[in-house]
């Protein structure tokens, strides 16, 4: 079993920058990718980014290529999401995922360990 614990959500005005954290703990010396995913109201959730276990791999969602980054401590156990240029429809919570397989998958039934979610939510 992996338990996953975010960190860092909030309240931030637009154009402003959050850094979210991710740890784990439990099997963690077992290779995983990483996963953030996020869940406005009323709407689905969706994939962010995602990170390779081995070779650091990433994917991104094309509405936050370019402002969001993933990065991982793999000594740490914990993976991060840089938010920057945050825009209103950022608003959501914000989940972090862990998958056996060894790139990272913009698919929620890729992931079978989930964080409880942290808020996130950017004001104007």
């Known amino acids: 079993q992996v338990q996953l614990v975010e960190s860092g959500g909030g309240l931030v005005q637009a154009g402003g920058s959050l850094r979210l954290a991710c740890a784990a703990s439990?099997?963690?010396?077992?290779?995983?990718?990483r996963g953030w995913f996020r869940q406005a109201p009323g709407k689905e959730r969706e994939f962010i980014a995602g990170?390779?276990?081995?070779?650091?791999?990433?994917l991104y969602a094309d509405s936050v290529k370019g402002r969001f980054t993933i990065s991982r401590d793999n000594a740490k156990n914990t993976v991060y999401l840089q938010m920057n240029s945050l825009h209103l429809e950022d608003t959501a919570v914000y989940y972090c995922?862990?998958?056996?397989?060894?790139?990272?998958?913009?698919?929620?039934?890729?992931?079978?360990?989930w964080g409880q979610g942290t808020q996130v939510t950017v004001s104007s």
């Open positions: 995922a862990a998958s056996q397989g060894a790139l990272p998958d913009t698919s929620r039934s890729s992931y079978g360990y």
């Open positions: 439990g099997r963690t010396f077992s290779p995983y990718s």
């Open positions: 990170i390779g276990w081995s070779d650091r791999s990433t």
